[in-house]
Structures are given as structure tokens and as C-alpha cells.
């Protein structure tokens, strides 16, 4: 059974950083994408990032360029986002997740094949 565990959340001042983390258990495959997702309160959640197990290539939507960067552990299977520069923008509740495959899109990216999903870690910015 796959599992998604997300961890690293938590309350920050505005300005400062974060690193959220995603380990995956009962995964099987070696060539996978995990993409990291953000709901903000009262809004939809939406895919902020992306990254191929294969080569690391990361994939980002154009609001994140710059201050996020995601990264794989291959051996721990496990996925990580960096935040610096936090802004009270980026409170909100975070999930990594399995998926078939990310894209080159004008937004950042495309991605489609959501499979598993994490339970989600709480990030709160204050100004």
C-alpha cells in the first residue's frame, strides 16, 4: 500500500523559509513524478510543482519561480520543497502526490495521473 507522509509545516514569519518534505513507503516503481500542491484558505488546490525521479527535473507554475524549489531523495524516495522567502501568500496547506507524468506548459506546467495523495502539512506566513 502506498503511503505519501508530508511533514515540515508550520507557522513563519513573513520573510522567512521553509522545507517541507514527502516521503513515500510501499512504492514500487523507479521512474515516477511527485508534484507538490497548494490549497489556500477558501481557494482550490493547485499544483505548484513538479519533479521526474529520473533526472530531477523540476517543474514549476510562474507564481513560485524563484522562491520555491523542489528535490528528490531517490534512495529514501522521499520529496522536498524548499520556500524562502515566505509571504503571507503561501499560508496554506500542502500535499505531495504521485503522478503519471508533468509537461512543459506555458502556466509552468501540465500535469495529469494524481494517484496517491498525502494527508497535507499546515504552512501559516504572518506579516
Known amino acids: 500500500q502506498v503511503q505519501l507522509v508530508e511533514s515540515g509545516g508550520g507557522l513563519v514569519q513573513s520573510g522567512g523559509s521553509l522545507r517541507l518534505a514527502c516521503v513515500a513507503s510501499?512504492?514500487?516503481?523507479?521512474?515516477?513524478?511527485i508534484g507538490w500542491f497548494r490549497q489556500a484558505p477558501g481557494k482550490v488546490r493547485k499544483g505548484i510543482a513538479c519533479?521526474?525521479?529520473?533526472?530531477?527535473?523540476?517543474y514549476y507554475v510562474e507564481e513560485v519561480k524563484g522562491r520555491f524549489a523542489i528535490s528528490m531523495d531517490n534512495a529514501r524516495k522521499a520529496a522536498y520543497l524548499q520556500i524562502d522567502n515566505v509571504t503571507p501568500d503561501d499560508t496554506g496547506v500542502y500535499y505531495c502526490?504521485?503522478?503519471?507524468?508533468?509537461?512543459?506548459?506555458?502556466?509552468?506546467?501540465?500535469?495529469?495521473?494524481?494517484?496517491?495523495w498525502g494527508q497535507g502539512t499546515q504552512v501559516t506566513v504572518s506579516s
Open positions: 510501499g512504492f514500487t516503481l523507479d521512474n515516477f513524478y
Open positions: 519533479i521526474r525521479s529520473s533526472d530531477g527535473r523540476p
Open positions: 502526490a504521485t503522478l503519471a507524468e508533468c509537461l512543459p506548459a506555458p502556466s509552468g506546467y501540465y500535469y495529469h495521473g494524481e494517484d496517491h
